[in-house]
């Protein structure tokens, strides 16, 4: 079978990407489940036409990290953490509206670590998993951002920057804390 057959068939996969947060990481950046390319690469937003590393790095400053040491650099620098809600689902490539059989991700260590004060979802998929499986757990509140994805075409780069910017203002206000 054919790699580009797999990939139109529905599997059981496991999140294969860690966690990314230290005990510095203030804001809490929660994705639906990675794409086949972040899959492979072994990292968040791994696909060049996502287009989340060019609006966070607009919202917060400086140039859009191209590898993953960079990207873990401005992470740590902007006390961001990130993971995705789910941890493992069937799925259909890299489409969320194929999530079915939902296993979510425990975020409690993270946030027994950090000190998380802002959680934010990257789109509709990655927020109603938070709402259904994980705000029961945490009781913790979760803010729903448009997904940085090339399938979500209806927003442009510089209305999801502006949408985004809520992350710059969340990290300015924890900082006058």
């Not at 607009?58 to 809600?85: C, Q, Y």
């Not at 670590?113 to 945490?138: D, H, L």
């Not at 940085?148 to 949408?163: E, M, Q, V, Y």
Request: one cysteine or more.
């Amino acid at each position: 079978m054919s790699n580009s057959m797999k990939k139109t068939r529905p599997e059981k996969i496991i999140h294969p990407i860690a966690p990314f947060y230290d005990a510095d990481s203030r804001i809490l950046i929660l994705g639906s489940f990675p794409s086949v390319k972040s899959r492979e690469v072994r990292f968040f937003y791994g696909h060049p036409q996502n287009r989340f590393w060019k609006v966070i790095a607009a919202v917060f400053g400086g140039g859009t990290p191209e590898t993953i040491p960079e990207k873990k650099a401005f992470l740590r620098k902007n006390h961001i953490a990130m993971w995705d809600s789910i941890h493992s689902c069937t799925i259909t490539g890299s489409s969320d509206s194929s999530i079915r059989d939902v296993v979510p991700n425990d975020i409690r260590e993270i946030l027994r670590t950090a000190e998380i004060r802002r959680i934010f979802c990257n789109g509709t998929a990655s927020w109603k998993m938070y709402q259904k499986y994980i705000f029961p757990v945490t009781g913790t509140e979760a803010v729903k951002l448009p997904s940085t994805s090339p399938a979500n075409a209806a927003w442009s780069l510089d209305r999801l920057i502006g949408a985004w910017s809520v992350c710059r203002d969340a990290a300015q206000t924890i900082e006058m804390e």
